[in-house]
């Protein structure tokens, strides 16, 4: 199968840089996007039309904003569902409702196609490289049959059971990045506040009970000015919060923790950065707290 085509919907910020790591392992690649400009900026043959990819690959990956265009590409006039074959397996790498995705996934299987979720998880910098992690749902013999797609995009692959598995996953996982990347802007905005020296600060946070993803990863950059733009937008996080909320709702879990991060990014939306990296959101936060910046210019 390693010799075949691979379709791929949805050539944004995420899957046009795992589109060029497909290329890139010399897999070719059929790529639609509503933004026809984009499948050339991947490298990818541009597809005119969903079914154009549909009638053309065997394994159809997808990486699409949310539920609500997965299900307008998937079912609607001209749609997936309309053009699939048997034998065909959807990849779905979008940040999904679990919901949503169980239903897609009984719908193809009626079609004799086999509907994978796989969330992933590194952000822009390690698509890039080829090294996302996969937490991925479906059926044993599809994800089987995926290996030779997903290593060149991913350096861990994580099975997490059946159907909708994977998304769960991943918004379990973008519930808490949210919270830890809020929680840590408002606390530098603090610490600028104090006169503290804020690679200190983070030294000794980065050595305590207070480290998370963010603390390590990111405020190191953000602090000398660099927001490390390129990764997910304070809309997107919000959207990703809102979809956390709908699962713990669905699954009968109180959210006690998710007023903070969607106020935080919701903030940075309304003060004008919402399609800005959701690192953004520091300056949001400092924009209310006196005009705060980190870095002083």
């Not at 001209?78 to 169980?102: P, Y």
């Not at 020296?197 to 946070?205: A, K, Q, S």
């Not at 602090?223 to 809309?235: I, R």
Request: charged fraction near 20%; hydrophobic fraction near 45%.
């Amino acid at each position: 199968m390693d010799g075949n085509r691979v379709g791929f919907i949805g050539l944004g910020n995420m899957g046009g840089r795992m589109a060029r790591r497909l290329i890139g392992a010399g897999i070719a690649v059929l790529g639609y996007d509503s933004d026809l400009a984009r499948a050339a900026a991947a490298g990818a043959q541009a597809a005119a039309t969903v079914r154009a990819v549909m009638d053309d690959a065997d394994v159809v990956m997808l990486s699409l904003p949310d539920s609500k265009v997965v299900e307008s590409v998937a079912e609607g006039p001209g749609g997936m569902l309309e053009h699939c074959r048997d034998g065909q397996i959807v990849v779905d790498l979008s940040t999904a409702a679990a919901s949503s995705t169980k239903r897609l996934h009984a719908r193809f299987a009626s079609r004799g196609v086999r509907y994978v979720d796989a969330g992933i998880s590194g952000g822009a910098a390690a698509a890039e490289k080829g090294a996302l992690t996969l937490m991925v749902g479906g059926e044993p013999g599809a994800i089987d049959a995926l290996g030779w797609v997903f290593a060149p995009i991913s350096a861990k692959v994580v099975r997490m059971g059946g159907s909708g598995t994977g998304h769960a996953t991943k918004l379990l996982n973008n519930f808490l990045n949210a919270v830890s990347l809020a929680a840590t802007a408002e606390v530098m905005v603090a610490g600028k506040k104090a006169g503290l020296d804020l690679h200190r600060l983070l030294e000794v946070i980065n050595s305590s009970s207070g480290v998370n993803f963010a603390t390590l990863n990111r405020f190191p950059f953000i602090v000398d000015g660099d927001y490390l733009e390129g990764g997910l937008t304070s809309k997107l996080m919000t959207k990703d919060v809102v979809l956390y909320v709908d699962l713990a709702r669905e699954l009968g879990v109180a959210s006690l923790n998710a007023a903070g991060p969607a106020a935080c990014f919701g903030l940075a939306t309304a003060l004008g950065y919402g399609d800005q990296i959701s690192n953004r959101v520091v300056d949001a936060i400092g924009d209310v707290s006196g005009g705060v910046r980190l870095k002083t210019v």
